[in-house]
């Protein structure tokens, strides 16, 4: 399985973007599909993950309601939607899915064996 990111880029804070993983390869109905995000000098931290069959949708806590997941099915393809964008939300910005994770540890990326290259997401104040 392979993850193409794409979709970042400078914006103003209070601007959006959307994000876009594009799965290819041997993809599951099983797959959750993850996305996370690594600030230089931080360790990478889970943003949001969707579960591919049935589509329930996952946060971490301090980005629910400005961040939403979705999927299309027919595209392979998992979207990040970033709203109300702070400077605070700067970094690489990672797409990852695996078929095995447990929904108790989705948030931990080692749990991921799939990961797309980053997409870089800089916002200006």
């Known amino acids: 399985v392979q993850l193409q990111a794409f979709g970042g880029g400078l914006v103003q804070a209070g601007g959006y973007l959307r994000l876009s993983c594009a799965a290819f390869g041997r993809t599951s109905s099983r797959f959750i599909m993850a996305w996370f995000r690594q600030a230089p000098g931080k360790e990478r931290e889970f943003v949001g993950a969707v579960v591919w069959s049935g589509g329930r949708q996952y946060y971490a806590e301090s980005l629910k309601g400005r961040f939403t997941i979705s999927r299309d099915g027919a595209k392979n393809t998992v979207y990040l939607q970033m709203n109300s964008l702070e400077p605070e939300d700067t970094a690489v910005y990672y797409c990852?899915?695996?078929?095995?994770?447990?929904?108790?540890?989705?948030?931990?990326?080692?749990?991921?064996?799939?990961w797309g290259q980053g997409t870089q997401v800089t916002v200006s104040s």
């Open positions: 990852a899915a695996d078929p095995n994770v447990i929904l108790g540890r989705i948030r931990y990326p080692g749990e991921y064996d799939y």
